[in-house]
């Protein structure tokens, strides 16, 4: 029986976003940079949401009620972060500074471009990562 996390890492948990149109995504979410909203997204994982598109970043609609926590303004493309007020996920697309503090929260490994190519209201699961498997029952 194997003592190790599912996500792979006691800090990082691995996610995809699998989204409507085809293609999947994978993200990394760092506890260390905003323990409670990732506590919070774990526990409501999977989640389906719609995308709104704004300038430089898609925002996916989520039920979480979380507030601000180790909040900046400034992101880079591929950063992820929370829009406490509002409960949304954001993914930069390009280099961008918001209005309103953002709870960071990761990073997208793989597959930014499917993000950027989204349009209002296209649908996008976010679930964590298939734990890998060993081969043993």
């Given amino acids: 029986m194997s003592t190790e996390p599912l996500a792979g890492s006691v800090s990082r948990v691995d996610c995809v976003a699998s989204f409507a149109r085809g293609g999947r995504a994978k993200i990394s979410l760092y506890r260390h940079l905003s323990p409670l909203s990732i506590n919070a997204i774990m526990r409501i994982l ?52 918001s209005d309103h503090p953002l709870n960071p929260l990761g990073k997208v490994d793989e597959g930014l471009e499917l993000f950027e190519g989204m349009k209002p209201g296209d649908s996008v699961r976010l679930s964590l990562s298939e734990p890998p498997t060993t081969g043993q029952t």
């Fill in 46 to 97: 999977p989640v389906d949401s719609r995308v709104n598109v704004q300038p430089g970043m898609r925002c996916l609609f989520t039920p979480l009620k979380v507030g601000v926590e180790k909040s900046r303004a400034s992101f880079v493309r591929g950063d992820v972060a929370l829009l406490a007020s509002g409960g949304l996920i954001c993914v930069f697309v390009q280099e961008a500074k």
